[in-house]
């Protein structure tokens, strides 16, 4: 009960220490403030970043294959000259594809085109058009917020249906209903059946919200499907239990068996997965992160100094009521607390100010970029344990030094 | 008499001097992003115990019995952690305990209070 008294005593000195030198305490918590600001904000926006691309790399599908002309990784010897000759994926393949893969679950053939939308006197430049077969709706992941997806037979009699994208439905039709509207894609009026859900920015491009989604076989009737131009690609899902090697072992005996390559002959095709795009951006955010940490580290190391230093100063300052302390009878771990304490909360209140700047940044950073960016519990936790730690250490040998003066040499001091 | 039983014996100061170095390049490592991957609450935990040691390092600076038995504490603690997360490091626990042995060796020559 003495211990918890002395305890609460020793921490009220503290904070009447510290706001009695406001001033001084204002000026060394900033070396702590800018130090947790700069780590803080380095991980957050490295977390952030990392967060925002598995969420865009999951939306592209963990367990699907990608049959291209190019691959997606680029080594040093890259022969690019072989490569572009290689043929492009071809809507018959995918016919192919689904009739002889067992470890396929389902497989889409999708291109993409820039086209401008119009509505009445509405127009929208530089949409994307993706001209999809009928399965793509198994092999992607999208959620539709109105309305429906294509049926079977929209899809092989090629109707000119569409489903769009939430940012286009709202710039075309913003007091009305959607769906069952007619709006002109190239020229051509198109019918919308559903609007994709909303999706927001997506790092590696590609969101839906300004997407117009057609069956393929209506296409043929707007672009030349063939065309080099509209990377076209055929996307196969893995059934379950089915690994995306195994998937891709198959489809590499399918694709040659397809393409009739001879047994000596080079793949003349490309298997992509997005964990060739994850496993690239994890070794990216390693550096950025030890960068970070390397720059925010020094900045911690400084403010640990300055607070260090107006310590000593303070036990300095106050060695005369230390040594009154003592000569009434104060222990030396009161004394020893009473110190600790204030470096610590001194140490703290950086902290936090740094922490609450963090978050004013992430929210108004996120209203502005479009993106994400979220103050984690992680970094909230290192934020608060850097600060306590800095305070601790830095403030443990001027604390112990006061701890350890002599009462009589303490109170003759000047 | 009392000055002279408390002088700090070479072997400690060493002790010490490197634990204290230790102590600088462990700090920046217990917020680097990999203690950060273990777990929300491993940067925390690894500060408290490079904190500790620091303040045991001090202790036994001062020829003081309570850094000694402090700085077994954290050793526990420690090695707890790091069997925990399947990182057991067998020359670490070696000068540890060689550290630990040397500390129990002059504890008798150590002051008792604070």
Redesign the interface.
Known sequence: MVFLGLFRESILFALNALVVNKLRTFLSLLGITIGIFA?ITV?TITDSLEQNLRKSVQSLGDDVVFVEKWPWTFGPDYPWWKYINRPLPDYTELDNILRKCDGAQSAAFTINANITVKYKSSSIENVTLVCASHQYDKVKNFEIAEGRYFTDIESSAGRPVAIIGDVLAHSLFPFQSVLGQFIKVNGAKVMVIGVFKKEGESILGGSNDTQVLVPVQYARSLIDIRSENLDPVIMVRAKKGITNDELIDELTGLMRSIRKLHPMADDNFALNQTSLISNQFDSLF?IV??AG??I??FS??VGGFGIANIMFVSVKERTNIIGVQKSLGA???FI?LQFIFESVFLSLIGGVIGLLIVYVITVTAGDTFGMEITLS??NI??G???S??IG??SG??PA?GA??LDPVEAIRAN | MESAIRKRPLLITIICIIGFIW?VFS??A????SV?KL???Y??LF??I??SS??AY?GVW?MKRWGCSLFIITFFIKEILLVLINDINYVGIVVSVFIISVMVAFYKRMDM??
Request: charged share 10%; proline share 6%.
């Open positions: 780590i991980f390693d992160g030890v940490w390397i925010g580290g911690i190391l222990k030396n771990y020893l519990r992680s936790i290192l608060f344990t850097i306590i730690l601790l250490v443990f040998i112990y701890s350890q | 102590i700090l920046p217990v917020f680097s992003p950060k777990g929300d609450w940067p925390a500060g408290l490079v904190a620091f303040i001090i001062n209070n604070l």
